[in-house]
C-alpha cells in the first residue's frame, strides 16, 4: 500500500515552453503532497507543500509564478514548470501523507527527470 | 549552517565489514528522523526510523542522541546491494511535518 506515482518519468522540452508534472496517490487519499527537486549530487530540496484545496505554501526562494502547483483532489497534484529554461533542469520529486497512520510518513514518487534544452 | 549535516563520503567498505556514519542537525525541535536510502537517478526510499532508545532492523542499526544532535548509522555484514547514498532526515511537526534532508553519505561497497 501507499503508492505513489508520477508522470511523466522523464521529459525534455525546448527553453520557454512549459512542462506539467502529475503526482498521483494511488491507494490511499493524500491530504498533503510535497514537491522537492534534487539537482546532481546534490540533497533534495523541498520547494512547496500543498494541502489539498488549498493554495500551495512555497519555501523561500521558490517562484510561486513559474511554478505552479495544484492541488484539486485527494488523490492528484500538479506541478507545472512555466517558462522553463535550462537552469530549471533537475529532478523532480513528489511526496504525499495521508490520514491516520499514513499521517507521519512521506511516501515518495519515482521522479520526473526534466531536461531543458 | 546547514540544518542537517552529513558527510558526503564516499565511504569505501570491503564486502562483510561494518560501516558507520553520523548526521548532525541544528534545529533541537526536531521531533522524528529517519534515515532513507537513496540509489542513482532513483526516488530516496524509506531505511528505516530512528527512535531514542535506538533501533535495529536486520544488519542496520540506528541510534539518536538529542543530547548531543546527532543520529548514526550502522551497517554491519556490508553487501554489494548496500552501495547507494543514505539521506538523514528529520521532520519538525510543528513546521508543518516537512523534512529536511541532509547532503546524503555515499557508500560503495566493493568485493
Known amino acids: 500500500g501507499a503508492v505513489v506515482s508520477q508522470h511523466p518519468s522523464w521529459v525534455i522540452c525546448k527553453s520557454g515552453t512549459s512542462v506539467k508534472i502529475e503526482c498521483r496517490s494511488l491507494d490511499f487519499q493524500a491530504t498533503t503532497m510535497f514537491w522537492y527537486r534534487q539537482f546532481p549530487k546534490q540533497s533534495l530540496m523541498l520547494m512547496a507543500t500543498?494541502?489539498?484545496?488549498?493554495?500551495?505554501?512555497?519555501e523561500q526562494g521558490v517562484e510561486k509564478d513559474k511554478f505552479l502547483i495544484n492541488h484539486a483532489s485527494l488523490t492528484l497534484s500538479t506541478l507545472t514548470v512555466t517558462s522553463a529554461h535550462p537552469e530549471d533542469s533537475s529532478f523532480y520529486i513528489c511526496?504525499?501523507?495521508?490520514?491516520?497512520?499514513?499521517?507521519?510518513?512521506?511516501?515518495f514518487g519515482p521522479g520526473t527527470r526534466l531536461t531543458v534544452l | 549552517r546547514k540544518e542537517v549535516e552529513q558527510d558526503p563520503g564516499p565511504f569505501n567498505v570491503p564486502e562483510g565489514a561494518t560501516v558507520a556514519f553520523n548526521c548532525t542537525y541544528s534545529?533541537?525541535?526536531?521531533?522524528?528522523f529517519f534515515w532513507y536510502r537513496q540509489d542513482c537517478r532513483k526516488e530516496p526510499k524509506l531505511l528505516m526510523s530512528?527512535?531514542?532508545s535506538g533501533n535495529e532492523d536486520g544488519r542496520f542499526t540506528a541510534q539518536l542522541n538529542r543530547a548531543s544532535q546527532y543520529i548514526s548509522l550502522l551497517i554491519r555484514d556490508s553487501k554489494l546491494s548496500d552501495s547507494a547514498t543514505y539521506l538523514c532526515v528529520v521532520n519538525i511537526k510543528a513546521a508543518g511535518n516537512k523534512l529536511t534532508f541532509g547532503g546524503g553519505t555515499r557508500v560503495l561497497v566493493k568485493p
Open positions: 534545529n533541537s525541535a526536531s521531533q522524528s
Open positions: 530512528v527512535y531514542s
Open positions: 511526496s504525499a501523507t495521508g490520514q491516520g497512520a499514513l499521517t507521519d510518513t512521506q511516501y
Open positions: 500543498s494541502n489539498e484545496g488549498s493554495k500551495a505554501t512555497y
